[in-house]
């Protein structure tokens, strides 16, 4: 195993944890910000250390057809052709096939779809995605898993989650750097307890260096959405890093660490970024609304990122739309903002007072109690 995980401290079901990867230590909770080319949109690596940033999400499905993984490999992994000394993780592939092509077919091999390079059909077997993350060299690797949107109902829930359980077998066949790569399994079954439990039994024996809750975050409601990770993170194993796929909103990933959960990733501080919004304690705040014109104030007054401590809202009002400089800067502070939450909640634990911390969180979002 290529990776050490100590909680360090814990609230009820919340912990604090230090987690070992080859490329960095880092401190959970923890968020992990989205780049799909091997980049994050608008941010610099160095600008990403400033930021505390310790682990990058890649996409396996992006990156295996531009730049190519056989060409990453060859350039010395990841790490080196994007010039990030701190960890990584790759997701699978088939998740982003299914959600971004619907064109994806899934059988029993694999998931078929059509290259948006040339239009060819291809396969993503759990065997080649193995190999393909092997080649790009991150220190988390995710299982290939058999994805349904949770609105989804019937038979074809089990079949995911069964499929997901003998895919599991043919990653663990098919990696070849279990030494300096961690691979991680995902947690299917859609919305039935039932099926989430038989889920978490299979994997759990498995006995992997960590474990994903998935097929969340897909327009199912708060309190299924609550029940599951609940449900999930009170069976997994106490001393394994968990983490909530694709997940999320501020609020969700607070949630989410007061039931258990350690991880997380989500495009939505960046992508939110580039429609003009910023991420603050009250909620959002809409730079390309006309009352920001005029409005000399930082973006969050009580936030100590760089765009914070450097320009007005009227100035990145000005620039929201008419430069790409303008969501560069409400990425870097959204990112910034995730970045702090992470290290808030990782503290509040240690120093026994998650509660106070929480309680004076869903203050200011919800002032009047609604
Ligand atoms: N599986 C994989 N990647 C994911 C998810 C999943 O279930 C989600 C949750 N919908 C986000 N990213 N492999
Ligand atoms: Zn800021």
């Known amino acids: 195993m290529a990776l050490r995980f ?42 990403l250390e400033e930021i505390g940033c310790q682990i990058i999400l890649g996409n396996t499905y992006h990156l295996a057809l531009r730049p190519t993984s056989e060409l990453i490999d060859e350039l010395g992994g990841l790490h080196k052709f994007m010039n990030w000394s701190r960890a990584l993780l790759t997701d699978s592939g088939g998740f982003q096939m299914v959600s971004l092509l619907h064109l994806a077919d899934i059988t029993e091999n694999g998931v078929t779809f059509q290259s948006p390079v040339d239009g060819n059909p291809m396969l993503l077997t759990p065997e080649e995605s193995i190999q393909i993350q092997n080649r790009i060299g991150a220190d988390i690797i995710m299982a290939l898993d058999d994805v349904v949107k949770t609105t989804t109902t019937g038979p074809r829930i089990e079949e995911a989650m069964y499929r997901t359980i003998r895919w599991i077998d043919r990653c663990i066949a098919a990696h070849q750097r279990p030494g300096e790569q961690n691979l991680f399994a995902i947690v299917q079954g859609g919305l039935d307890p039932v099926l989430r439990d038989i889920c978490v039994k299979a994997l759990t024996e498995r006995n992997l260096p960590g474990y994903a809750i998935g097929g969340l975050a897909g327009g199912e409601d708060k309190d299924s959405f609550w029940r599951v990770v609940a449900q999930c993170t009170a069976a997994l194993p106490e001393d394994k890093p968990r983490y909530v796929m694709g ?17 997380y990733d989500c495009v939505y501080p960046t992508r939110t970024a580039r429609f003009g919004t910023a991420l603050v304690p009250e909620g959002v705040l809409k730079l390309k609304h006309k009352a920001m014109a005029e409005d000399i104030r930082p973006i969050d007054p009580t936030c100590a990122c760089m765009v914070c401590r450097t320009y007005s809202r009227a100035y990145i009002h000005a620039l929201v739309t008419k430069d790409a400089m303008g969501s560069q800067l409400l990425s870097y502070h959204n990112l910034y903002y995730m970045l702090q939450l992470s290290r808030d909640l990782h503290n509040s634990i240690i120093q026994g007072r998650f509660p106070e911390y929480v309680l004076v969180y869903s203050f200011l979002q919800f002032p009047k109690g609604d």
């Open 6 to 47: 100590e909680v360090l401290a814990r609230f009820n079901r919340a912990r604090a944890a230090r987690m070992t990867l080859p490329h960095f230590l880092c401190e959970t909770p923890l968020f992990m910000p989205v780049g799909t080319q091997g980049t994050i949109k608008g941010l610099t690596t160095s600008q």
């Open 247 to 263: 997940v999320g909103y501020p609020l969700d990933i607070v949630v989410c660490s007061a039931l258990g959960a350690d991880m």
